[in-house]
């Protein structure tokens, strides 16, 4: 089985899917560091500005679903993979679904001084791309674990402890 962790822009997947890879000595995969990687432009603001949303979206489908064939990976999604129900139709086949909770205002204090998050423009922004996927991360999710307050190795250690109740291979 693979872990998936999903959740908005600042909610910490890259840095938890480090640690928690290390951990339980599983892969560590980061979709965004492939999108990149496949689109050959140098940052993923490059390629929102040069190729658009809509070529990110369907680069990150085919990452998706390559991604979604790996075993014994913690896969760390980008915060718009749940804007295409196809990417997590392809990640739940092979993988435990896990949404990394943070308030609006943990995000916007992690996110502001953000370099290459294209779709990062403001608060209002924000609140309003949060308010819109917040039910979709939800649905995906098999369990969600609030990460305000915590810092990358309290978030790890909650998330074990769900999975050993789980049960994980
Ligand atoms: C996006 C989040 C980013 C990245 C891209 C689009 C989004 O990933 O995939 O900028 O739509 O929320 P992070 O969640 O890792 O910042």
């Known amino acids: 089985m ?11 997947k890259s840095s938890v899917a480090l640690g928690l890879a290390k951990k339980l000595k599983m892969k560590m995969v980061d979709m965004d560091d492939l999108v ?31 991604v979604a064939r790996r075993k014994s990976a913690v896969i760390a999604t980008g915060g718009g993979v749940v804007m295409n129900k196809i990417i997590l139709d392809f990640l739940r086949i092979n993988g435990q679904v896990i949404y990394l909770k943070t308030s609006l205002e943990s995000i916007f204090n ?12 403001n608060f209002h922004e924000i609140k ?37 109740k789980y049960g994980r291979e």
Do not use: C, Q, W
């Open 36 to 66: 990149l990687k496949s689109s050959g432009r140098k940052s993923i603001s490059e390629i929102f500005k040069k190729d658009g949303e809509i070529r990110f979206r369907e680069l990150e489908v085919s990452v998706g679903k390559k």
């Open 110 to 121: 992690r996110i502001k001084k953000s370099e290459d998050r294209p779709l990062f423009k």
């Open 128 to 164: 309003y791309l949060l308010k819109l996927r917040e039910p979709l991360y939800k649905a995906y999710a098999d369990f969600v674990i609030s990460t305000d307050h915590k810092n990358v190795s309290e978030v790890i250690n909650s998330i074990i402890k769900r999975l050993d």
């Open 2 to 12: 693979n872990v998936v962790l999903i959740g908005f822009m600042g909610s910490g």
